[in-house]
């Protein structure tokens, strides 16, 4: 009788915030890391799986020596490069743009350290799974995807979005960490459990959450447990490996998105959501200054540079308990101010821009009688309707509004911002148009 082969991913899931704000958070990191590199030195037969180019940026800020040494394990095969984004973060909540920039950022900062991108996304602690990354990852260059929430009834299977993108996709069976024997032997029972169909299947061990990666204990346990499953083989192993001994042919379809559990994450703390959007948006509109600066002065704006420091701290603080509502308040307030500085940012940014592409126009013809009012949308295609300005202009001063062309256009007065319309002094007026 063929033995049954369970693929052993040795993983340490890392929640940069939850019960503790993102400075622990990089020390976990740290630890994690260099604990995995002793194991590697200790065991030959070890491997290890890891996630979220963020947590390597910081290894490379503050131990680069540790980095390197990361570096030839990923090019030995023994460190596996997974998730392929900056951060695992909500896969609900955040925009398109967002999760295009997650891969974007991830990707392009694995190709230029590690020569190579990655190919198999993971989230496996997200709450739920939106109906459109097949699309996105298969577009940022993976065809895999690991997932663990919701639990679904088939460990593996097809994944098609909704433009037809279609990925492999593994709904891991057990949990992602394990501690000590009897949890690895439960973890490992529970996988045969649910992939009695499959004569292969992938199972995690290891310390996770608030890091920690696979311990000794855990790796003895699972030598151990491979001489005491007779019907099992026991492989340390990656995904990469099992995906590719994988028999990929008849595996069921799925569409749509999975959602949803921890409901409450999707009903709190409307503030830091609120927030979120709004950088998104801030960020968005941003870019789309500076590149219309770049069309008039036919070169980037220096502050151009700026955007991907911007954007990853807005994706850093997408990661799924900070979006979610489940972190402490100290990390909770840390990351609404993050927020908030990334959209006073990139106010700046799009106040200058604005500023350089005005400048560039030449009025003095049309406006030796006023001057002029420029009107700028951000969004795709033509816009109408109607346009609040309030302009420094003498109360008692008549004011005619032209288009273009010279016609006049029709406006009513409201009230300014402070609330007041006095006719006999000041210089504010606010003014309503089509």
Not at 96 to 102: C, K, P, T
Not at 292 to 301: C, D, S, V
């Amino acid at each position: 009788m063929k033995k049954k082969t369970l693929y052993m991913i040795g993983n340490s899931h890392i929640d940069p915030v939850w019960f503790w704000s993102w400075e622990e958070g990089m020390q976990e990191v740290k630890a994690t890391y260099a604990s995995v590199l002793d194991r590697m030195k200790e065991f030959p037969d070890f491997r290890f799986t890891s996630t979220s180019t963020a947590f390597f940026e910081w290894i490379e800020e503050i131990l680069p020596d540790m980095f390197e040494e990361i570096r030839q394990r990923v090019e030995e095969g023994r460190w596996e490069l997974t998730g392929g984004w900056f951060i695992e973060p909500d896969c609900l909540l955040p925009g398109g743009e967002a999760f295009v920039r997650q891969g974007l950022y991830g990707q392009r900062w694995l190709k230029k350290r590690f020569g190579r991108i990655c190919r198999i996304g993971s989230n496996v602690d997200s709450f739920g799974h939106n109906s459109s990354l097949p699309q996105i990852l298969k577009k940022s260059g993976m065809d895999a995807y690991v997932l663990m929430r919701p639990r679904l009834d088939t460990p593996v299977f097809r994944w098609e979005g909704l433009d037809g993108s279609s990925i492999c996709a593994i709904s891991l069976p057990g949990e992602y960490t394990t501690w000590f024997y009897e949890p690895t032997k439960e973890n490992i029972e529970k996988t045969l459990e649910a992939s009695s169909d499959f004569d292969k299947m992938v199972c995690c061990y290891g310390v996770g959450n608030h890091g920690g990666g696979p311990t000794k204990d855990n790796i003895h346990s699972i030598h151990r447990l491979s001489r005491e499953i007779e019907h099992v083989e026991l492989i340390f192993s990656s995904y990469t490996d099992f995906l590719k001994d994988l028999d990929k042919t008849d595996l069921p379809l799925r569409r749509g998105p999975f959602e949803r559990i921890n409901v409450g994450c999707y009903s709190i703390d409307s503030r830091f959501k609120q927030a979120n959007r709004l950088a998104e948006k801030r960020l968005a509109e941003a870019e789309f200054y500076l590149t219309f600066a770049k069309e008039r002065l036919g070169r980037w704006m220096p502050e151009a540079g700026a955007m991907e420091r911007l954007w990853k701290a807005v994706l850093f603080n997408q990661f799924h308990d900070t979006l979610g509502g489940t972190v402490i308040y100290e990390a909770r307030e840390k990351a609404l101010a993050q927020l908030e500085g990334a959209c006073a940012e990139a106010e700046h940014i799009k106040a200058l821009a604005i500023q350089r592409i005005v400048n560039t126009i030449d009025t003095r013809e049309n406006s030796a009688e006023g001057f002029p009012l420029f009107l700028f949308h951000s969004g795709d295609g033509d816009w109408e309707g109607y346009v609040e300005a309030e302009l420094n202009w003498f109360c008692k001063a008549p004011l005619r509004l032209m288009d273009p062309e010279g016609r006049e256009v029709a406006y009513q007065r409201i009230y300014t911002e402070t609330k007041t319309r006095n006719y006999h002094i000041g210089g504010r007026r606010r003014i309503l148009f089509w």
